[in-house]
């Protein structure tokens, strides 16, 4: 099984920018999916972003599509997620997930079998 560990959330005021890193080890993700999901409080885990390593094919939700874009290093064995135009309702606990790649690229957490233990992220208004 993959290890994940995401880094670089923060505080950050409306409209400033973060970068979200997760760092895989256990495995090249070469063969996986990686997404990511947030979960504010009280609310379901919500899917944002998703990533096939083997081709670069990605999905997003309507939510954060055009603010926040998910790509792969290789080389670092890691996933990264952009985000822009960060709003207050963006604050959440953002995960990232993993699981063997297939054709089509799942949107539901109960997919990935591997997750990291999340990053705050907390935008001001």
């Known amino acids: 099984q993959v290890q994940l560990v995401e880094s670089g959330g923060g505080l950050v005021q409306a409209g400033g920018s973060l970068r979200l890193s997760c760092a895989a080890s256990?495995?090249?993700?070469?063969?996986?999916?990686s997404a990511w999901f947030r979960q504010a409080p009280g609310k379901e885990r919500d899917f944002l972003a998703a990533?096939?390593?083997?081709?670069?094919?990605?999905v997003y939700a309507d939510s954060v599509k055009g603010r926040f874009t998910i790509y792969r290093d290789n080389a670092k064995n890691t996933v990264y997620l952009g985000m822009n135009s960060l709003k207050p309702e963006d604050t959440a606990v953002y995960y990232c997930?993993?699981?063997?790649?297939?054709?089509?690229?799942?949107?539901?957490?109960?997919?990935?079998?591997?997750w990291g233990q999340g990053t705050q992220v907390t935008v001001s208004s």
């Open positions: 256990g495995r090249s993700l070469g063969t996986y999916t």
């Open positions: 997930g993993a699981k063997i790649a297939s054709l089509v690229i799942y949107r539901d957490h109960g997919s990935y079998d591997s």
């Open positions: 990533i096939r390593w083997s081709d670069g094919a990605t």
